[in-house]
């Protein structure tokens, strides 16, 4: 039989940070979290308050790991809050070298099929080379960053996945005129919204995690929105004999 170790997550999450370098895109300023103020309270107990009591104002587009449903691209609200009735998935991480394409950088339709994915997978956890530290705190706007092509969103469905989860700032390409065709392909917008599947973005998975098979926890913050704060956490798929 197969077990999960709960003492052992992967936490494949960005956070959220109010100083230092710090997670952008998307052309966003630096996310602000600032105490309360008015004539009678301060939320700050090192400036003499009782208790610390923050405002917090962020894109979670732009500022840190995020889950976003269907209602990303459509006129009609779908919130992201309602996508998932359960939360423990079978997943498998693959690590990609996107291919340099004239001035893009493209994880290719070739380059997935290559992988060997195995069947009954429901989650694709995708880590891109190469892979560094500074993925945690980039500013990746106005850089033209690596993307998937749109024929890969095709291929994941046909392949069963459901969720999708990648350590770039977007599926699609940064300055793609509008189009965001892995968006449309993968959710069926317009035709017909699919209403479950999930893209999280900006992950980032450790270097010394190996690729293969792993349950996927995949938990958000309630958000009625089309994306929320979002903390992916693998767990490794151990046997053993009853």
């Known amino acids: 039989m197969e077990f999960i170790d709960t ?17 952008k895109a998307w052309g966003q300023g630096d996310p602000k979290v600032q105490p309360v103020r008015d004539n009678n309270f301060i939320g700050s107990v090192a400036e003499g308050g009782v208790v610390n009591f923050k405002n917090i104002f962020f894109n ?27 939360y423990f998935f079978n997943a498998q991480l693959v690590t990609v070298e996107p291919k340099k394409i004239k001035n893009d950088s493209i994880i290719t339709l070739q380059q997935m099929r290559d992988l060997d994915l195995h069947e009954n997978i429901e989650a694709i956890v995708i880590r891109t080379l190469p892979n560094n530290e500074y993925k945690r705190n980039f ?11 749109s024929k890969v969103a095709k291929f994941l469905i046909d392949k069963g996945v459901e969720h999708l989860l990648v350590d770039l700032p977007s599926v699609d390409k940064e300055q793609d005129d509008g189009v965001l065709a892995f968006h449309h392909t993968f959710w069926n917008v317009p ?35 089309d994306a929320s704060p979002s903390r992916p956490i693998l767990y490794s798929r151990e046997k053993r004999n009853l």
């Open 7 to 23: 003492l052992k997550p992967i936490d494949l999450s960005i956070e959220l940070k109010a100083d230092g370098p710090r997670l």
């Open 191 to 225: 035709e017909n919204p699919n209403k479950t599947r999930t893209i999280t973005e900006f992950i980032f998975a450790p270097s010394n995690v190996e690729d293969g098979l792993y349950i996927l926890n995949l938990q958000m913050s309630a958000f009625s929105n």
């Open 60 to 86: 979670p587009h732009a500022h840190l790991t995020h889950t976003e449903c269907c209602g990303h691209i459509t006129k009609e609200f779908h919130s992201v809050n309602d996508s998932l009735s359960r």
């Open 139 to 149: 500013t990746y706007s106005g850089t033209n960053p690596p993307y998937l092509d």
